[in-house]
């Protein structure tokens, strides 16, 4: 099992990033599918979560209205699309399987900052 992020950098307050996993090593289409963060010190937190076909999505409250999860199953990836971003968005963004069971891939770091 493998997970690969991407799309994460520096953008200032109010701006968009769109970040993408590209997952492997198991059967991706019969997985619901989430999106977590983690700031250096503090647990890793649930961020977004869509299910195995996509029919149904969940974000956590600090987000929403402003966070967007998608996949595209055959291409075995999960996106999450941000937008209005905080400087409290700040961390290193990773995904999983919504269980969080497989291992975790190196996520890709998002600095929201002026």
């Known amino acids: 099992v493998q997970f690969v992020e991407s799309g994460g950098g520096l953008v200032q307050p109010g701006g968009s990033l769109r970040l993408s996993c590209a997952a492997s090593?198991?059967?991706?289409?019969?997985?619901?599918m989430s999106w977590y963060r983690q700031v250096p010190g503090n647990e890793r937190e649930f961020v977004a979560s869509?299910?195995?076909?996509?029919?149904?999505?969940n974000v956590a409250g600090s987000v929403k209205g402003r966070f967007t999860i998608s996949r595209d199953n055959a291409k075995n990836t999960v996106s999450l699309q941000m937008n209005s971003l905080k400087p409290e968005d700040t961390a290193v963004y990773f995904c999983?399987?919504?269980?969080?069971?497989?291992?975790w891939g190196q996520g890709t770091q998002v600095t929201v900052s002026s």
């Open positions: 999983n399987i919504f269980s969080a069971a497989f291992p």
């Open positions: 090593g198991f059967t991706f289409s019969s997985f619901p």
């Open positions: 869509i299910n195995s076909y996509g029919g149904a999505r």
